[in-house]
Structure formats: C-alpha cells, structure tokens
C-alpha cells in the first residue's frame, strides 16, 4: 500500500495525492450537502471561484518552488 504524503501512514489515492484516513479527516471536507448548499446560491460563481482558488495555488506553488530551488542551487557554492 503507498504511504500518506503528510504522515507516512498507509492510505489511498484521492485526486493524486495518497492520504490516510486520519489526515483525510483533519482536512475537513465539504459534505455533499454544503456543497449544494453553496452551490445552490449561485452555482457559477461558486465554480468560478473554486477555479480561480486552485488556479492561485497553482501559481503561488511555483513561485515557492523556484525561490526554495534558488536558494538550493545557491548553498551548492559554500
């Protein structure tokens, strides 16, 4: 079984990413129904804005990435 990318525990995959239950609950998903609940107040912004949060993490991932990654290929020359 694959290891729980936060707490090395056995879990399973959930959109890519292999999670244990345990980590699965401290994430706090939205139940069916709040989901409804928000989408029934206005279905396209709702998507809409769960699109621009995931499109925003996207790019600030990146940004972290090349600054950590930058500051690695600097260490390399002390």
Known sequence: M???FNCGKNGADLYGYIICDTCKTKLRLFTPETIEKYNSKDSE???KEIQR???YLDKEYVKKR???LHIQDQLKSF
Do not use: Q, V
């Open 2 to 4: 694959k290891k729980c």
């Open 45 to 47: 912004g709702f998507r």
């Open 53 to 55: 949060r995931l499109d």
């Open 66 to 68: 090349i600054k950590l």
